[in-house]
Nanobody, 119 residues
């Protein structure tokens, strides 16, 4: 199982970006998917999660600005980020609780994509 994150870049404050995370490989089922971020000198923090049902949860710092979604047919999760602030600058990682078979389930990480918010 592999997770491939993309969509990061440099954006001005107030701008928008959409991150994507595509899951590939031997997939029996994709359970909870999540986005985390890690800013320089800080611990990795949870940004948003989305269950297989589509129910989403967000960190207080991004509520109302970020939207997590998933396309189960494409095995892809997205993070739409609006009204970006300099403090959103970080490496963003996708994470998945994925079943490769009916009896094997594990936690997987993507490689990270850099988001820089600066004027």
């Amino acid at each position: 199982v592999q997770l491939q994150a993309s969509g990061g870049g440099l954006v001005q404050p107030g701008g928008s970006l959409r991150l994507s995370c595509a899951v590939s490989g031997r997939i029996f089922g994709i359970n909870v998917m999540a986005w985390y971020r890690q800013a320089p000198g800080k611990q990795r923090e949870l940004v948003a999660t989305i269950a297989s049902s589509g129910r989403a949860n967000y960190a207080d710092s991004v509520k109302g600005r970020f939207t997590i979604s998933r396309d189960n047919a494409k095995n892809t999760v997205y993070l739409q980020m609006n009204s970006l602030k300099p403090e959103d600058t970080a490496v963003y990682y996708c994470n998945g609780d994925i079943s490769a078979s009916p009896v094997y389930r594990a936690d997987y990480w993507g490689q990270g994509t850099q988001v820089t918010v600066s004027s």
